[in-house]
């Protein structure tokens, strides 16, 4: 469990399935991301949050829910581990009615922290569709580094699509 101003990071449990599957079951939550279906079927949900002890066990993820006191369920925030290389992907989703009150920012700054200081991590990166800037903000407001544009890297809803990449070194770490 992982604490900020605002929020508290701490894994999911199938009783946070219905509220997963409200908010990333809207369609502008699922446009941008590669990995949500749409509609998103019931049974979605607990399937996936079934998976996250394993992933962890297994270093291969850690996902977070993303919480707030007043409002509990807001999104999630995870890391794809590739300890080998010492780095791993960060993802994540705000729910709709949530969005620009600077919460995937502060979320991504403490999952970054943790992949530095408890995971040992040496760089950190991301990618988001080139259409959708609000998600480079984030990386850029978390401390990361615009890295490129991969050209017609991605299929969404049937369209090759841009991505943007960034990225952060431990190295490059305000302490
Ligand atoms: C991307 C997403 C996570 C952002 O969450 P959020 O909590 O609203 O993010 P924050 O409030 O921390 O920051 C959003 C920033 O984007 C900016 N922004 C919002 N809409 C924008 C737009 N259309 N163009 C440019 N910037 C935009 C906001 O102004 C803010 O930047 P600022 O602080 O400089 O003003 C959220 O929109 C989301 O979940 N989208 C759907 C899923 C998704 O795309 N996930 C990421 C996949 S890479």
Redesign the pocket.
């Known amino acids: 469990m992982l604490r900020t101003e605002r929020l508290i990071l701490r894994p999911f449990g199938r009783e946070d399935a219905p509220t997963v599957q409200r908010l990333a079951g809207a369609r ?7 990995t ?1 279906p749409h509609p998103y079927l019931d049974g979605v949900a607990e399937s996936w949050i079934a998976t996250h002890e394993e992933a962890w066990k297994q270093k291969d993820r850690a996902t977070f829910a993303v919480t707030t006191e007043a409002e509990g369920l807001i ?1 999630a925030i995870g890391l794809h581990l590739r300890l080998g290389h010492q780095r791993a992907e960060l ?6 009615p ?11 700054r403490a999952i970054i922290a943790f992949g530095f200081e408890s995971l040992g991590l040496n760089r950190i990166h ?4 080139t259409r ?7 990386m ?2 978390a401390g990361m580094r615009f890295e490129g544009t991969l050209r017609q890297h991605v299929v969404r809803w049937g369209r090759l699509e841009d991505l943007n990449t960034y990225a952060v070194l431990r190295s490059e770490r305000a302490v």
């Not at 993802?91 to 709709?96: E, K, R, V």
């Not at 991301?126 to 569709?129: D, I, K, Q, R, Y």
């Not at 959708?132 to 903000?137: E, V």
């Open positions: 502008e939550v699922a446009d941008t991301t590669l949500i999104g993802g994540y989703w705000i729910g709709l949530f969005w620009n009150r600077g919460y995937a920012t502060e979320a991504a991301a990618s988001h569709l959708n800037p609000a998600s480079g903000r984030v850029e407001k």
